[in-house]
C-alpha cells in the first residue's frame, strides 16, 4: 500500500485525459520517482523501523513527526497509522530520539474533535519518555512547562475563531492549562495564515513544503518577514526545507512543482536559509520517507526496469542525504534542533 499509489487526476478532466491513470503495480513500478534502498517496505515491520530509527539517528535528526490520523481512520492509499505509534515510541527510545504527532485534515476534523485528539495523545502517548515535549513559561505565575508539540496540516481549513475555543485562554473549550495542554503549531500557506495563527491561539507556524515558491510559506524571501512577526508575537517558528520535489509519478501533470536535487545544492540552500529565520530553535525537514512526492532524505538506489529508469542520488551514495543532514545538524547551535 502507497508504493501502489494512483495517479490523482488534475481539477480539469481536458488535462487528466492527457496523462497516465490508474495505478501503479509494485515492486518494478511504484508511485515514485526514486526507488528505495530498502524495496517496497512497510513501515509496520519492526525491522524496518529499527533501520528507519537508526538511519534519523546517524543523520542527527533529534525529533521524528509522523503523520497521524485518530484510532481507526487514514488517508486513501493505507491502513490506519495509530497502531504503528507505539512501536515507533519504543524504537525511539532506544535510540535516544524523539517523536511526535503531524495531525492530518481527516474528514470530519474540527478544533473541536482536535481537542479529543490531544485527549487521545496525552492518555496513551505524552507520557511515553521518547514523546517530544518543549519547555514552556506559563504565562500565569511563570512555572516552566513541558508540553507536547503538535503539528497540525491544513490548520487554515478551520476558522480562528474555533481553534481561538480550544486554543486561547477563556475559550469555552480551552486545552490551556489543561492535562490536554499542548504546544500547537499551525501551517502556514498565505500570508494571512500568519495573523490567523495569532488570532487561532497557535504557539507557532511552520511552513512545511519542499518546493521553495509554491506557496507564500515554502517561498524562502518571505521567511524574513515570518520571523520577525514570529517575534514580535512571540511565536514559535518553523520554517521547513527539503532535498528536492518530483511527484511526477502521483501527479503527472504537476511538473511546474518540480524542484531539482542540484547533488545537494537545493537542499544545503534551503538549510541555510532556515537555520537563519528559525523563532525558537527548531527547523524541520520535508521529509525522510515521502517517497511520492520526491522529497525524502531515506537511501534510494539506481533501478532500471523494462519501462522506467528512476531517479537517484548519483554520483552521491544511497546514503548522501543522511550525511549532508548530519553534516547540517553538526552546523546548528546548541539549542537548536531538526525535525
Not at 115 to 143: M, V, W
Not at 243 to 255: C, H, I, M
Not at 295 to 313: G, M, N
Amino acid at each position: 500500500m502507497h508504493w501502489n499509489h494512483r495517479y490523482l487526476p488534475h481539477w480539469k478532466d481536458s488535462v487528466t485525459s492527457k496523462y497516465p491513470q490508474g495505478r501503479h503495480v509494485p515492486p518494478d513500478d511504484i508511485g515514485a520517482s526514486f526507488y528505495p534502498e530498502l524495496g517496497c517496505y512497510s513501515s509496520r515491520d519492526p525491522a524496518v523501523v529499527a533501520t528507519h530509527i537508526t538511519q534519523l539517528r546517524v543523520a542527527g535528526v533529534g525529533v521524528i513527526v509522523v503523520s497521524w490520523y485518530p484510532a481507526g481512520l487514514a488517508d486513501e492509499e493505507g491502513p490506519p497509522p495509530d497502531p504503528v505509534i507505539p512501536v515507533l515510541l519504543d524504537a525511539a527510545l532506544a535510540h535516544d530520539i524523539k517523536l511526535t504527532l503531524h495531525i492530518e485534515p481527516y474528514k470530519g476534523r474540527t478544533p473541536q474533535s482536535v481537542r479529543e485528539d490531544l485527549q487521545y495523545i496525552h492518555s496513551h502517548y505524552s507520557n511515553h519518555p521518547a514523546f517530544y515535549k518543549l519547555e514552556r513559561l506559563d504565562p500565569n505565575d511563570g512555572a516552566m512547562l513541558h508540553l507536547p508539540l503538535i503539528y497540525i496540516y491544513d490548520s487554515y481549513l478551520s476558522d480562528a475563531r474555533e481553534w481561538a475555543s480550544i486554543f486561547k485562554r477563556g475559550g469555552p473549550l480551552s486545552v490551556r492549562g489543561t492535562d490536554e495542554d499542548c504546544v500547537a503549531i499551525a501551517l502556514l500557506v498565505e500570508h494571512a495564515h500568519m495573523k490567523s495563527a495569532v488570532d487561532g491561539g497557535f504557539d507557532g507556524v511552520y511552513t512545511y513544503f519542499a518546493a521553495e515558491g509554491f506557496s507564500f510559506g515554502s517561498t524562502y524571501t518571505n521567511w524574513g518577514t515570518v520571523s520577525e512577526f514570529a517575534a514580535e508575537k512571540n511565536l514559535i517558528f518553523i520554517p521547513s526545507f527539503g532535498p528536492g520535489y518530483d511527484d511526477l509519478q502521483v501527479r503527472p501533470w504537476n511538473r511546474l512543482s518540480t524542484r531539482d536535487r542540484k547533488n545537494g545544492a537545493y537542499y544545503k540552500e534551503g538549510f541555510r536559509r532556515a537555520k537563519r529565520s528559525s523563532r525558537g530553535g527548531l527547523v524541520s525537514i520535508t521529509s525522510f520517507n515521502e517517497w511520492g512526492e520526491g522529497t525524502q532524505i531515506e537511501p534510494a538506489v539506481p533501478k532500471i526496469t523494462s519501462s522506467r529508469t528512476y531517479l537517484d542520488y548519483s554520483p552521491g551514495r544511497p546514503d548522501f542525504y543522511l550525511q549532508l543532514t548530519r553534516d547540517m545538524a553538526e552546523e546548528l547551535p546548541n539549542d537548536c534542533g531538526i525535525t
